[in-house]
């Protein structure tokens, strides 16, 4: 396949590649002499093909730098680790650090590379849905914190964006699910029909071709909000729908729920925190629910501990202006964004989430 940008708007080619090795080494070889290739462990046979070919194309790679897969890797080890692979290499300005895995990885490997000298240019190949629809694209690097996730990173962004499409075949079955509400999460801010396209999609990897036109969607809305708001002084907060209850969700299980899973919760609770604020209709809010469940995603759990959450939500408060402001529903494909929302209506979603939906929501 040649290389061609999947998703117009950003200053970097986003594109989905059936030979990553190749087109990664087209994107690199005359403009960098070296990389080096960060993977997660979980694709370093992958990362290694990538490395083997940029060296047989005269792009230096070394050894692939490999870190443990799993969120508890998006902390400063993990950063010294992928520093200390570029200080052994003596790695220069004018290197490349090409990063391999899912969104852990993809943020991690890029936040190493924007502390390397001062920043090093990377490019970023994710491996999972996720990281093709949304992890990858728009800059945001970050390591979390004891106090909250990604609560330590920077805006850099990456030189190219190559989804690695046949990586998808070996991705583990949650992280599907993940990628499912991500990409929900993208049809309700700004694509409406891709949020029943996601409806049709096969719920294994078998048929991974499938996904790549709908994960291109998704990554498009995403780079087009970015486009015209990088640094997020505004409309970027869309982005973020879902997210100030999943987070929380996520943070108060310890990470029992994953990032997709608490996702999905954090629509269902946008979506009824919607109703009366911007009149968002049970219709709608049947068509998202109905979308995520196909998918086997949760729209509730008993096992939410309604004051842990609510208490790990303060962290998001206390980084905003005092207030808890969300972003809601208008409908599919339309967002509004800033929206404070009372703590007792906060409350109240939050405790609904721990029922399945009654009349609907
Ligand atoms: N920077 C951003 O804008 C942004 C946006 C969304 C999410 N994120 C971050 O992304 C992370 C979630 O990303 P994710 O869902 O990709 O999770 P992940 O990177 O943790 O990967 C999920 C699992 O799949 C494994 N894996 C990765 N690729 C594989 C493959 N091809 N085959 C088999 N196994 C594979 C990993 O080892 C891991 O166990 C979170 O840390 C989240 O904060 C960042
Ligand atoms: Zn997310």
Not at 1 to 27: H, I
Not at 101 to 126: E, H, K
Request: with cysteine.
């Amino acid at each position: 396949m040649s290389v061609m940008r999947a998703v117009e708007g950003l200053p970097y080619p986003v594109v989905f590649s059936d030979d990553a090795p190749v087109d990664v080494t087209r994107l690199i070889a005359g403009c960098a002499s070296n990389a080096v290739v960060v993977a997660d462990e979980a694709v370093a046979a992958r990362a290694n093909e990538i490395a083997a070919h940029l060296s047989e194309r005269g792009v230096e790679a070394g050894p692939v730098a490999a870190i443990a897969g799993g969120e508890e890797s998006k902390r400063w080890e993990s950063v010294a680790a992928i520093h200390d692979a570029l200080a052994r290499r003596y790695a220069e300005r004018s290197w490349i650090v090409v990063a391999v895995g899912g969104g852990m990885l993809t943020d991690v490997a890029g936040f190493a590379a924007a502390t390397y000298m001062r920043g090093l240019r990377w490019l970023a190949v994710p491996t999972t849905p996720v990281g093709m629809a949304d992890a990858a694209v728009g800059g945001k690097t970050a390591i979390n914190h004891a106090l909250g996730k990604n609560l330590i990173g920077v805006y850099w962004d990456p030189v190219a964006v190559v989804a690695d499409v046949a990586a998808l075949a070996t991705v583990p079955r949650r992280s599907f699910a993940d990628g499912i509400a991500e990409m929900a999460k993208a049809a309700i801010v700004g694509d409406n029909s891709l949020l029943d396209e996601l409806g049709t999609l096969p719920r294994l990897p078998d048929d991974a071709a499938r996904w790549v036109p709908l994960l291109a969607r998704a990554a498009a809305v995403k780079a087009h909000i970015v486009a015209t708001d990088p640094r997020e002084q505004g409309r970027r907060a869309e982005l973020n729908l879902g997210h100030t209850v999943g987070h929380a969700l996520e943070k108060a299980s310890a990470y029992r729920v994953s990032h997709g899973e608490a996702v999905a919760l954090g629509l269902r609770a946008a979506g009824t925190l919607a109703h009366t604020v911007t009149g968002f209709s049970l219709e709608e809010h049947r068509r998202i629910l109905a979308v995520l469940e196909r998918h086997g995603l949760p729209v509730y759990d008993p096992a939410i501990d309604v004051e842990t959450c609510l208490a790990a939500m303060q962290v998001d408060k206390k980084r905003r202006d005092g207030s808890l402001r969300f972003v809601l529903p208008i409908r599919v494909g339309e967002v509004v964004w800033g929206h404070e929302v009372s703590p007792e209506a906060v409350r109240g979603a939050v405790q609904m989430l721990r029922r399945p939906p009654a009349d609907g929501w």
